[in-house]
């Protein structure tokens, strides 16, 4: 464990945008947090919650041409706990053998945790954490006069090692400081969650048995497609025929045509197993399948939903 | 490797089944081999890309063919391919017919209209080692005797060792076979549910209807295989369209057994 002062961080992001490009979560209003990339003189802050786009479409675009692109070498520092969870689904399904070419794995994760969060953030009642504890390359803690930074992998080491004078051992008074600081966001997110918590082991029988509860909000879904467009958890597309290649456009499967078939058969041509599908994948096929849950708790599905769905009350609902 | 990326395949020769029905006789710019039940993605060049399951046998190296019925923006446009023209081709795709699982056991081939097509490949890697499979029972349905695709080979497959036993929903002066719906000709043939297995392939509605039937006579679940149909786009389990379940259809089938998907709802839709 590493300490790195303010100064020492200046110099840091400094000395790595020469051979880097970087992106990091800037304020933009007292509920919106948006990626910008550095540019000179400016400065670095991690305090805060997460972005209102989610940090999967540094790895991948909304619609891009299939065809191999010069990649700046990229770093992205302050992703949140909610964006490494997501990434962790996408890498499963993206770089499951045969593996897709596009997907960018020499992206450098630098994330952060979580200082404050946002009125829909919900993570704590699937039991996650406001902070990410693997799947990163480095991760930083806000202190007062700088950040504790742990390391996560090999590249980040490098990293690291490359700027060694700018760190220092990190002491357990910073330590005990970080342990106190992720404690208390993380109780504070709770108790906006009033202590709730989702049972995930019996979900499916309770989905089961409150499927009406689909009814009660999917009437207010317009398939606008939000929810799956700002998920960190959501990954899929449409491969249509491009110039050269294909090219892949975001798909939704709250789309009505998304699951239709040649000759117009569509399981999902109705608007409540579309919207319960969501769910359905998220927290059942996903961790079937891949071992993970399709959701992180960020709550991005409900600042985006046009219907003003709130995510948190269904799964709670489907709890009661 | 570009798993998106396929190759040039050239079409051979067309052959009209049906009204709406065509056969394309493809040979790829490579060797391209596959096991029977695994499928293709099939592109027509800046116009779009539709999945197949080959119907040819897996033995042809050289070529191999695709019957492909005429239903949307994708099929219209290969309907419309002549002689010579070039397409694209990725796969294989999917997991094929477990044939070691057929071994010694009475099979039993179920298809309806256009769903012969994967059928015919099986059919045709099966009568090749006919002595392994006890018994080959084909049972096949189509509306009218007009619809019925690859009319001129059931001779043949019959030659060869197949049990065939054919209906249509509407029979024609000509047709002296059964008439009515593919399930009635569980009527006209004694099988051995204990040691069979079956193999169903059609639209979702003789899916669906074949399969109750196979059950109300004594197969297990986990002795039927079903060719799920799913608008597979990506083909490699990534983009999430074919999902049924937890299954991604591409990589997961496109064949499954009835007990693999027999609790997920909606899956004759």
Redesign the interface.
């Given at each position: 464990m590493k300490f790195i002062g303010k100064e020492n961080f200046a110099a840091f992001t400094n000395s790595l945008s020469k051979k880097y490009e970087i992106f990091y979560p800037t304020k933009v209003n007292e509920q919106q947090y948006e990626w910008f990339k550095l540019e000179d003189g400016k400065e670095i802050s991690l305090e805060g919650f997460r972005t209102v786009l989610p940090a999967k479409y540094f790895f991948y675009s909304p619609r891009e041409n299939?065809v191999e692109k010069t990649k700046k070498q990229t770093i992205i520092f302050g992703l949140r706990g909610c964006d490494i969870r997501g990434l962790e689904l996408l890498k499963r399904?993206?770089l499951?053998e045969?593996?897709?070419?596009y997907f960018r794995t020499d992206i450098l994760i630098f994330s952060a945790d979580c200082t404050t969060f946002h009125t829909d953030c919900f993570c704590t009642i699937l039991g996650d954490k406001p902070f990410a504890e693997e799947g990163f390359d480095l991760n930083f803690s806000c202190l007062e006069d700088g950040f504790l930074v742990e390391v996560g992998s090999d590249r980040g080491k490098e990293v690291l090692d490359s700027h060694s004078t700018l760190f220092e051992e990190a002491t357990d008074i910073q330590k005990k400081a970080v342990i106190d600081k992720r404690t208390k966001v993380e109780e504070e997110l709770k108790k906006q969650s009033s202590g709730k918590v989702l049972d995930l082991q019996n979900l499916k029988e309770k989905i089961e048995k409150n499927r009406a509860v689909f009814e009660e909000y999917g009437k207010n879904c317009v398939s606008c497609s939000s929810c799956t467009n700002i998920c960190p958890g959501c990954?899929?597309?449409?491969?249509?025929?491009g110039?050269e290649?294909?090219i892949?456009y975001s798909?939704s499967?709250q789309f009505k045509g998304?699951?239709?078939?040649?000759?117009?058969?569509?399981?999902?041509k109705n608007l409540f197993?579309r919207f319960a599908n969501r769910v359905y994948?998220k927290f059942?096929?996903?961790p079937?399948?891949q071992g993970l849950r399709g959701c992180t708790g960020c709550g991005r599905c409900i600042s985006g939903c046009q219907g003003k769905i709130n995510f948190r009350e269904v799964l709670l609902k489907i709890q009661a | 490797?570009?798993?998106?990326?396929g190759i040039k395949a050239e079409i051979l020769d067309i052959i009209d089944e049906t009204p709406t029905i065509k056969t394309f006789v493809l040979r790829p710019e490579k060797e391209f081999s596959f096991s029977t039940g695994q499928f293709i993605q099939f592109?027509?060049?800046?116009?779009?890309?539709?999945p197949f399951t080959p119907s040819s046998s897996p033995l042809e190296k050289k070529k191999f063919e695709v019957t492909i019925?005429r239903?949307?923006r994708v099929?219209e446009s290969i309907h419309n391919l002549r002689r010579g023209d070039v397409v694209e081709v990725r796969g294989p795709l999917g997991k094929g017919y477990p044939l070691n699982e057929f071994e010694k056991k009475e099979v039993l081939i179920l298809g309806g209209g256009v769903g012969m097509a994967p059928l015919r490949s099986l059919l045709l890697t099966l009568l090749h080692e006919k002595q392994k499979y006890n018994r080959i029972v084909l049972l096949y349905g189509a509306r009218t005797p007009a619809d019925i695709v690859y009319k001129n080979e059931f001779s043949e497959w019959a030659k060869n060792g197949a049990e065939i036993y054919r209906s249509v929903d509407k029979g024609d002066d000509k047709w002296k076979e059964k008439v009515g719906v593919v399930t009635t000709l569980f009527e006209d043939v004694k099988l051995n549910p204990n040691n069979g297995v079956a193999i169903v392939c059609g639209?979702?509605i003789m899916m669906k209807f074949g399969t109750l039937k196979l059950l109300e006579i004594g197969y297990k679940p986990e002795n039927i295989y079903l060719s799920m149909?799913?608008?597979m786009?990506?083909g490699?389990?990534?983009?999430?369209?074919c999902?049924l379940?937890?299954?991604?259809v591409c990589k997961d089938g496109p064949v499954f057994k009835y007990s693999q998907i027999m609790d997920i709802e909606?899956?004759w839709?």
């Open positions: 299939l399904i993206y499951e045969p593996k897709d070419p990954f899929c597309f449409l491969l249509c025929e110039e290649n294909k892949r798909d499967c998304y699951a239709k078939v040649a000759g117009g058969a569509n399981p999902r197993p994948c059942l096929y996903r079937e399948a | 490797m570009d798993p998106y990326k592109a027509v060049p800046k116009v779009g890309e539709s019925m239903v949307g099929t639209p979702p149909e799913k608008n786009s990506c490699i389990g990534k983009c999430g369209h999902g379940g937890k299954y991604f909606g899956i839709e």
